[in-house]
């Protein structure tokens, strides 16, 4: 007896990979857009990207000098610097994509965060480069500069130094999207509130060693100003955590009452 062949393109797999494909064919839609729009402020951008400089008591001496070495690197500096712009105005919606595809698996209930998780993830990455681009980066540069006391002259390549501000305020943005993560990582089974707790003395070791790495400076107040805020958010992770938590069946039934 001959079995009938079961039509692969019809088998969720298939579905799934289908979905999947489509979204990422839209993101990268929001994404050229983004950056098209970002490329037409690439003067704007540069010149943002140099403030923290002006607060260095050798730029405006006119010590320091910002140069570029290669015929290429003003064309490429500004795609780089439209593409991460363009990702920051784009991310929304490429959120909005991501929670689209993952939508169809979560409970009713579950999807009417939609909105909050698309607004939260975007406001986090901003928050953390806006927080790291005006409190944290000018004292950083300021030290960076004078680290050998005026004995050399910095002639700073401008791709070096858009790459590291960059860097720089792309690791903010990702470190404050910290209670989204653990929203995510809470709802899928990865990690639950308990766990969190249990682990706060290697978060705050781990938090205090990468505060130091980011604000290479002598004063300890710089960097207690970037690892409180990274705490806070890791208590506030755990705090979401609870509230998401996955509550098991028997804890929501009231069980039914016994007959003799």
């Known amino acids: 007896m001959s079995t009938p062949t079961q ?17 990422i064919i839209i993101s990268v839609i929001f994404l050229a857009v983004g950056l098209i729009v970002a490329f037409q402020f690439r003067v704007q951008l540069i010149e943002a990207v140099k403030v923290p400089l002006q607060a260095s008591e050798q730029y405006r001496d006119g010590v320091v000098q910002v140069v570029t070495q290669g015929l290429t690197d003003q064309l490429l500096l500004s795609l780089s610097l439209s593409f991460w712009a363009g990702f920051a105005v784009a991310l929304p919606f490429i959120l909005g994509q991501v929670w689209g595809f993952i939508a169809p698996g979560l409970y009713p209930q579950e999807r009417r965060w ?9 406001l986090s990455f901003l928050g953390g480069a806006v927080f790291g681009y005006f ?8 030290f960076l500069l004078d680290f050998l006391a005026g004995t050399v002259t910095p002639l700073l390549n401008l ?3 858009i790459g590291v501000v960059m860097t720089f305020l792309i690791s903010f943005g990702l470190a404050f999207e910290m209670p989204i993560l653990a929203v995510i990582l809470t709802r899928i089974g990865v990690v639950n509130h308990t766990m969190l707790r249990a682990g706060w003395r290697i978060a705050l070791i781990v938090i205090m060693l990468a505060a130091a790495v980011i ?3 002598p004063d300890p107040m710089n960097m ?5 805020p990274l705490y806070v958010l890791y208590e506030l992770s755990v705090i979401l955590s609870r509230v998401f938590r996955v509550i098991p069946t028997e804890e929501t039934e009231t069980p039914a009452p016994l007959s003799f």
């Not at 939609?114 to 975007?122: D, Q, T």
């Not at 207690?224 to 409180?228: D, E, G, P, R, S």
């Open 7 to 23: 039509d692969l393109s019809s088998a969720p797999l298939f579905d799934h990979l289908d979905e999947l494909r489509r979204r």
């Open 114 to 122: 939609a909105l909050p998780f698309v607004i939260g993830a975007g």
């Open 135 to 142: 409190l944290v980066l000018p004292t950083m540069v300021g």
């Open 159 to 161: 791709r070096d130094y």
């Open 215 to 217: 604000t290479p400076t």
């Open 224 to 228: 207690l100003l970037v690892a409180v």
